[in-house]
């Protein structure tokens, strides 16, 4: 008799278990419904935006690096009880202010390795692609909540868009003896980078539940987002995350030493230490970190920077891709026209011929012949555009086109090269028009620089259909026109690796056609009226190909 019992017993409790687990499997298929999915870590409640995406925002994908965990390697997220509400974006990393950047976080906190979803699927049994934006801002700046990089847009579009936050600065970027012994590879610093591997890994584990597909997971980014890239590109810890890149206005691949080598990025870290007078990395971990971050302020904050460690970088990514042992993957990478404007070269003096002449000579010296040759400015009127040209292939072009051209000598991954041309509208009038005196003529002089022109970063609300989330801007319906493009084009690459296909509302596309390196290389022009055409500059870009590595 209890025998019967017992088994009837066990048998209830199975029917119970089994229920309750179809009922919860059924209410994450049913995601927009339900508006919950299980991860590591836990539960988490996202929330329906005005255009019917589910955004979740402030998921935790590492662990915070605080205390005896600065420094290191990013750890598993620690598990929650219960539903967490992923509502709210998660604080930004710590970082001096700055008024080119807008944030939608609430707080900095050295807490800060969140990331945020945006999703249209209905089910997390759909494949839906995956694009995983990686924020510029030179190492020292950004975080995954900035406006320009809002998901929604791109999710109305079938993609399943992730922002991330990754450690910066100091505390992404700074190596010493001390951590390279700790390590157990010899190496530290890159611990931003090393953020960003974990947030890819925890999407590869992860996201099918928001109905994205892990085996369809596009790596894109913009300035030292496109940098880092770059770096995935070749680090064998990033191998199998990703399956397409986009780069937009930049790589590591440069004749300034945008990557160091190790003994160089611990001798920085030494200098640190001794200027906090401290005597041992533990008691750096101690230090606040406000504290901390004014002490790198006092020197130059951008000194700690990607790094050679023998673990996410095993050589230079130059190195790499000239072996042809990056990963091979779908590349569309490109730069803006006016990447960089000419008021940078002058340091506040006037914008003419003798000014322009000695600032060139300044910077090179006995080579200045040959730079004016390639850039030149016969009278005042010339100079504005040459010395942007000449500003923004050293900063910003020739990184990206030696990118371009390493990888499309792999022939088996297909190149996509752009250039960004349309004329920004600039300010409007209302936001000009915010702020104390001094803020409002910053603005003015600010808007002067950039309207009318195609300058860094500003095509990222283009290509992510932000034009109305970013609403500082004059928008012209031009501008929405462009977008409608570059967005069409963006949306196709992720989905098929190729950025032809169909236009947003049947816009009509221009095809793209592959780059392939060479003097005959075409890429496409992307502006109101975008056209394909042939490179005519590749001989500025050589010029930065045969220079000695420099700072």
């Not at 236009?503 to 975008?530: H, V």
Request: hydrophobic fraction near 40%; charge should be positive.
């Amino acid at each position: 008799m209890f025998k019967y019992l017992r088994n009837f017993f066990l048998l209830t409790l199975s029917f119970i278990f089994i229920s309750t687990n179809f009922a919860l499997a059924n209410n994450e298929k049913r995601l927009l419904k339900s508006k919950q999915v299980t991860i590591t870590g836990g539960r988490v409640a996202g929330s329906v935006t005005n255009d019917g995406v589910l955004s979740f925002r402030g998921i935790p994908y590492a662990a915070a690096p605080i205390g005896k965990l600065r420094w290191k390697a990013p750890q598993p997220p620690l598990p929650w009880k219960g539903v967490r509400n992923a509502d709210d974006f998660g604080p930004r990393p710590v970082q001096e202010s700055n008024l080119l950047y807008e944030f939608r976080s609430k707080e900095m906190n050295e807490d800060c390795l969140y990331l945020n979803v945006w999703t249209s699927a209905k089910s997390n049994q759909e494949k839906r692609p995956v694009y995983v934006f990686i924020h510029g801002g030179s190492f020292i700046h950004g975080d995954g909540s900035q406006p320009a990089y809002d998901g929604a847009s791109m999710a109305k579009q079938g993609v399943v868009y992730v922002s991330i936050n990754y450690r910066l600065g100091v505390f992404g970027f700074m190596s010493h003896p001390e951590l390279s012994k700790e390590s157990g590879y010899g190496g530290s610093g890159n611990y931003g980078l090393l953020d960003q591997v974990a947030a890819l890994a925890w999407i590869k584990k992860n996201i099918s539940q928001f109905g994205g597909d892990p085996n369809r997971v596009t790596i894109g980014g913009e300035s030292v987002g496109a940098q880092s890239v770059s770096a995935h590109m070749v680090s064998p810890l990033s191998r199998g995350l990703f399956t397409a890149a986009i780069a937009e206005s930049g790589s590591l691949i440069d004749v300034r030493a945008l990557v160091l080598p190790l003994k160089k990025s611990e001798e920085l870290g030494i200098e640190l230490t001794s200027f906090a007078k401290s005597s041992s990395i533990e008691e750096m971990r101690s230090m606040p970190a406000e504290k901390l971050l004014k002490l790198v302020e006092k020197g130059n904050p951008r000194r700690f920077k990607p790094v050679v460690d023998g673990y996410f970088l095993t050589e230079t990514p130059e190195k790499t891709f000239i072996s042809a042992k990056q990963a091979n993957v779908p590349l569309l990478i490109g730069w803006n026209a006016q990447e960089v404007p000419a008021v940078t070269l002058f340091r506040l003096r006037r914008i003419n011929t003798k000014n322009y002449k000695a600032a060139v000579e300044r910077i090179y010296k006995d080579k200045a012949a040959d730079v004016l040759a390639l850039y030149p400015a016969a009278t005042n009127a010339d100079v504005n555009k040459a010395s942007s040209e000449f500003m923004s292939d050293r900063l910003i072009n020739y990184s990206s086109w030696k990118l371009a051209e390493l990888h499309a000598k792999q022939k088996t991954a297909p190149v996509y090269r752009y250039l960004f041309a349309h004329p920004h509208p600039g300010l409007n009038q209302r936001t000009i028009r915010e702020g104390n005196a001094f803020q409002v003529l910053i603005k003015k002089l600010v808007n002067r620089i950039i309207a009318g022109t195609s300058f860094h970063a500003s095509e990222i609300e283009y290509a992510l259909g932000n034009l109305d989330v970013q609403d500082n801007y004059d928008w012209k319906p031009e501008d929405y026109e462009v977008s409608k493009q570059m967005q069409s084009y963006f949306v196709n690459f992720i989905k098929n690796a190729n950025p032809n296909g169909p236009g947003i509302d049947e816009i009509r596309l221009t095809n793209w056609p592959k780059y392939n390196e060479g003097k005959q290389a075409q890429f496409l022009k992307i502006g109101r009226n975008s056209s394909a055409e042939t490179d005519a500059t590749k001989e500025r870009y050589l010029f930065f190909e045969n220079l000695e590595e420099t700072d």
